[in-house]
Structure formats: structure tokens, C-alpha cells
Nanobody, 126 residues
Framework: QVQLVESGGGLVQAGGSLRLSCAAS????????VAWFRQAPGKEREFVAA????????YYADSMKGRFTISRDNAKNTVYLQMNSLKPEDTAVYYC???????????????????WGQGTQVTVSS
């Protein structure tokens, strides 16, 4: 089992920044990749960004490139999502998800992940 705990969400004005954290515990050494997804009210959950645990390869949704940066601190078993130039349409619950599958290549599908955090709310006001 891998436990994931997100933090760092909150209320921010448009154009502002937030940094989300996803702390992994339990059998976190088995993690091969971690992703961030988000879900706005009435919408499907969508892929935001992902990072491979060992090599640090990063993957982004096209709409997030240039504004969001995913990174990891292996020593702290933590993945970060730095979000800049936030827009009201970025308002959503942000979830981190972990894959423990042998081969990881930054899946953009929620079915590609085995463990999920509880989510953290990000609200961007106009």
C-alpha cells in the first residue's frame, strides 16, 4: 500500500501562484511514477502532469506547459506541482496519484495509477 497526502491548495487571485505537495508513505519505494490530475465541478478528471520516480522524466498536458512545473524530492518521498499564472479555469480539486507498475511512461489516464490521495482544493478568483 502507498499512502498519498496532498497539501498546498487554497484561494489565490488570477495571475498568482501556488505550490502543491504530494507526500508518499507506506510502500512508497515501489512507486514508479506520480501524476497530478484535477477535477472541476461537473467535469471529467483530467491529467495535469506526471513524473517518473527514478529518472525524473516529466510529462505535461498541453494546456499546462509553461505554467506548471512538476518536480520530486526522492529523499522526502514528495512530489511538487508549482503552478504559476493561475487562471479561474484552473479552479478544481487537485489529486496526486501513484503508479507501482513495472514500466511507467507518464500515463495520462487515471486507470494508469494504483493509489490516489484525497485531493486538495485550488480556487482561483478573477
Amino acid at each position: 500500500q502507498v499512502q498519498l497526502v496532498e497539501s498546498g491548495g487554497g484561494l489565490v487571485q488570477a495571475g498568482g501562484s501556488l505550490r502543491l505537495s504530494c507526500a508518499a508513505s507506506g510502500r512508497s519505494f515501489s512507486t514508479t511514477g506520480v501524476a497530478w490530475f484535477r477535477q472541476a465541478p461537473g467535469k471529467e478528471r483530467e491529467f495535469v502532469a506526471a513524473i517518473s520516480w527514478s529518472a525524473g522524466s516529466t510529462y505535461y498536458a498541453d494546456s499546462m506547459k509553461g505554467r506548471f512545473t512538476i518536480s520530486r524530492d526522492n529523499a522526502k518521498n514528495t512530489v511538487y506541482l508549482q503552478m504559476n499564472s493561475l487562471k479561474p479555469e484552473d479552479t478544481a480539486v487537485y489529486y496526486c496519484a501513484a503508479s507501482v507498475r513495472k514500466y511507467y511512461s507518464g500515463s495520462v489516464y487515471s486507470t494508469g495509477y494504483d493509489y490516489w490521495g484525497q485531493g486538495t482544493q485550488v480556487t482561483v478568483s478573477s
